[in-house]
């Protein structure tokens, strides 16, 4: 083996490699270590994913652009609900309630009619989850209702009212409007059209209802809340638990028994008292009283203690 003397001790030249090369690629992974954990604790946390509804060949969907084209001009469209005078109208108008003079700039040929002047109305649509990529919802609009009147969004799940364009024109020509839901990405929600104003214009008169995405998109169909209500029976199970109750007797007997004799003749006199297969017998000759007291005192838990005092 070569190496350097130095004194007693000999100093190898390839360990002394061996070993700061060792060193060297202990701290390269120590820095290493050190620099990914740095760079972890910097990392921002993941936002919270926003829950959408599972989509399925069986799932119902709701189909935009909502035109009111269909078969049922003269009546409220399917899947929705009206109260008051609430009509699908056609263009040109079939009716006197559907004449609007001057309607122009109607999406296709039928449009909604929310109320009429001195009437009013209401209409609800379907339930449907707005998807990931809505940035708003647009629409056409004609009509002069104001204050309370309009176009609405409201939160399934409480009502909230998450967009409201209300204020419209005295015209029948449809304009153009828009709902801004952007925030509001996997809620469960309803369109709500309404006329509270009972005047001339006094109505609301909606078209091509659009859900809108980045850069202007269309998004033509969402995924419906499903109305089938499922019942679960839950079912109680009570168990009655029987408590024992251990009474512990105490029995207690206590005998006192007397018995005085007078004699007064020289005859002899005896009183004999048992108790508690103890036998007590006293005799006299003379005039004799005898008292016999016997205390007997006997628990349940074998302890038995007698006392007997006689006199």
Known sequence: MQ??????????????????????????????????????SHKKKPKEATWFPKVTEKSPLVIFPMSFEGPYGGQCPTDWTCVGQV???????????????????????QYMTVGNDEETGNATSPIFYLPPQVERIDFLRSGGSDEGSGFFVHLAKNDQAICTVVGGSDTNVFFKQSCTVSGYAGEA?????????????????????RLVGPQGSNIVAVVQLSTTTTSTTATTSTTSATSTTTTISSST???????????????????????????????????????????????????????????
């Open 189 to 209: 929600v309803y369109i709500a059209l309404r006329d509270v104003q009972s005047s001339p214009w006094g109505k609301v008169l909606v078209d091509d209802i």
């Open 3 to 40: 190496g350097i003397h130095e004194g007693n001790v000999i100093f190898d030249k390839k360990l002394c490699w061996k070993i700061i090369a060792c060193l060297a690629v202990i701290g390269t992974i120590a820095c290493m270590g050190v620099v990914w954990l740095q760079r972890s």
């Open 87 to 109: 009509k699908v109208c056609r263009n040109p108008p079939m009716t006197q309630f559907c004449t609007h003079p001057g309607l122009t700039k109607v999406e296709g040929s």
């Open 253 to 311: 007997s206590i005998t006192t028994t007397s018995s005085t004799s007078y004699t007064s003749s020289s005859t002899t006199s005896q009183t004999s008292t048992t108790t508690t297969s103890t036998t007590r017998s006293t005799s006299s000759t003379s005039t004799t009283t005898t008292s016999t007291t016997t205390s007997s005192t006997t628990l349940t838990d074998t302890t038995t203690s007698t006392t007997t005092t006689s006199t």
